[in-house]
Each structure stands twice: as structure tokens, then as C-alpha cells.
């Protein structure tokens, strides 16, 4: 059944707007990623709305006003939901509960995977397993054949480059990354409204992503560094020397990939040493909690940034 009790979590108290999830959709879908599709306002879709504004050539309020909507009424057959039916592909491991929070326990592991189905099928959305249940219920049967309405964040194609992964093209099938994405020739990661934004070759912005960038302990580096590649489902090298909150007794430890690791999906590589942009084991929290000097996206953006980007792609980091 569909069970939030399994995250531990509650449903937020302010109910879902249909509406706002259709303007959330429509962004996703355009590359101005609202971040978790939940249909309520917030931090990220606002930032989401003045990066389509900007491209539209409007006033950048950030607000759902007449003349936006006026300007996503074309994109109206992107309807809010999706009813689908499960199959035994969407529903399958390998999950890992419980998931340890000691990294040497961790390190333990074959892989940091979802703790369940319902973790998976709401990342597989570009949601939080709250909102599922909200759209069904809590009694729904999570099992192949179920009829389950989602947020409606189903890729045009899944035509993805034969050269990448055969894991790598799972992982973006999982994540419902559609296959054609821009071509990006300038990354901006903008602290005073903690965004990424992408430049065409042209200077065009064509996809903006809500991000988490530094702390006080582990600021921005601010400055202009290159990309210099991407790993696809990494390990990760735990080092407790670079982590300031890192008990005394941590010991230096190789974590397993998965989407529960430390870097989520996918490492892109700065030129910077020790410093990357990649995804999260929490989308809930991008953009409202802080990072240890790095980038972090959700992993349905990360990817989709990763397929926008090329080894050498300026990255300028500015205030």
C-alpha cells in the first residue's frame, strides 16, 4: 500500500493546488525545473516562473500572473496527472531499508538504493511520496497492474545516446529524463537567488534548476572553473577530513553507488579540486539546506543537466 508512515514523514498540512502542479508540470517539461512537483507555491517555483519569465520576454515577478499564464496556455496539453498502470519494472529493486546514516556501515553495502517502492516511484515522478498519496491513497496497492495517478512528468522520448551506460540509460528511464535536452554552452550557478542556470551558445537561457550551494562552514568558491566530465552512478569517496561535521572517530571509507548516496545519480567533475555539481538522496531539501561547498541538484535535474553539458563547458560561479 501506499504508506508515507515507511519515510517516516507526514503529509504537509497545506493541500495540494491541481492548478499550480499543471504551471509545475509545464515548467519541467520546458527545463525551468520547480524542483519536487507538489503542487503548492514556494521558493522554487518562484525562481522556476522568473527563469521562464525572463526567456518570454516578461516581467520576471515570479508570481503565477495573467500574462504568464497567458504565455503557458500553449503548452496546455501537458495536463497536471498521469494514470499508469505499474509494472513490475517500476516497482523493482534493489531497495535498502533500513539505510544506515554511519558511512562505515554504509561502505557495508552492495548499493545505497531507495529504501522502497514508494520512494522510487515518487523520484520516478519528480515528487515526494506525500503528494502520491495524496493524488490516491493511502490504501492504494503498490503492486504490477495497479492503476496509480502521478504527476504528469513523463518524458517525450527515452531515445537516449546508445553510447552512455546501459545502467547509465536505466537510471535515466527511472528518473522519466526525457532524451532530448538543449545544448548548453555556459553554466551559471547564481548564489543570490541559489540557481543554475544554462546558457545556450548564444546566450540564450535554456533551463534554469533550483540548487543547494555551500554553507558558512563551506562556502560557494565563487569564480569561473570548467566542467571537466561526468561520472554516471559514482561511488563516493568518503573523506571525513573535508566534511566539517564529521564525527572525530570517521574513518575514510568508499560508499556504494545508488540514489540514496551522498551524490545521488551523477558527479559532475570541476575544475575546481574536491568540488562538483550532482544530485541528492533528499529533493525535498535543494535549495533549503546547505551543501558542503558543492552543487547539489535533484537527480532528475543533475541528470538532465549532465545531457546539456560537455567536458569543458565554463562554469562561472558568482554572488
Known amino acids: 500500500m501506499i504508506s508515507a508512515s515507511a519515510q517516516g514523514t507526514k503529509t504537509a498540512a497545506a493541500g495540494l493546488n491541481r492548478s499550480i502542479l499543471h504551471v509545475q508540470v509545464i515548467l519541467d517539461h520546458l527545463g525551468f525545473s520547480p524542483g519536487v512537483l507538489d503542487g503548492r507555491p514556494g521558493k522554487s517555483l518562484t525562481a522556476a516562473l522568473k527563469g521562464f519569465q525572463e526567456t518570454r520576454g516578461l516581467k520576471t515577478t515570479g508570481a503565477i500572473d495573467k500574462p504568464t499564464l497567458q504565455a503557458l496556455y500553449q503548452y496546455r496539453a501537458q495536463r497536471p496527472t498521469q494514470t499508469i498502470a505499474l509494472t513490475e519494472a517500476m516497482l523493482a529493486g534493489p531497495y535498502t531499508n533500513p539505510l544506515p546514516k554511519d558511512p562505515a556501515e554504509q561502505a557495508k553495502l552492495p548499493q545505497l538504493g531507495y529504501r522502497n517502492a514508494m520512494e522510487k ?9 506525500e503528494v502520491l498519496i495524496e493524488l490516491n491513497s493511502a490504501q492504494t496497492r503498490l503492486a504490477p497492474g495497479t492503476k496509480v495517478v502521478f504527476p504528469n512528468a513523463v518524458p517525450a522520448s527515452r531515445e537516449y545516446d546508445a553510447k552512455f551506460p546501459e545502467g547509465w540509460r536505466k537510471t535515466l528511464t527511472d528518473l522519466n529524463v526525457d532524451a532530448t535536452q538543449p545544448q548548453g554552452a555556459k553554466v551559471v550557478v547564481d548564489k543570490s537567488d541559489e540557481v543554475l542556470r544554462v546558457y545556450d551558445k548564444n546566450g540564450k537561457l535554456v533551463a534554469q534548476f533550483m540548487a543547494t550551494m555551500g554553507s558558512g562552514h ?34 575514510e571509507a568508499k560508499l556504494p553507488p545508488g540514489p540514496n548516496g551522498p551524490v545521488g545519480v551523477i558527479w559532475l567533475d570541476l575544475s575546481k579540486p574536491h568540488y562538483g555539481i550532482h544530485g541528492t538522496p533528499s529533493p525535498e531539501t535543494i535549495g533549503r539546506a546547505e551543501s558542503h561547498g558543492c552543487i547539489r541538484l535533484t537527480n532528475w535535474d543533475a541528470a538532465r543537466l549532465s545531457m546539456m553539458v560537455k567536458p569543458g563547458t565554463p562554469a562561472v560561479f558568482q554572488q
Open 121 to 129: 516511484l515518487a523520484e520516478m515522478f519528480h515528487t515526494r511520496p
Open 218 to 251: 563551506d562556502p560557494l568558491p565563487i569564480g569561473k572553473w570548467t566542467i571537466k566530465g561526468a561520472s554516471y552512478n559514482p561511488p563516493f569517496h568518503y573523506n571525513p577530513d573535508l566534511f566539517w561535521d564529521a564525527k572525530e572517530s570517521s574513518k
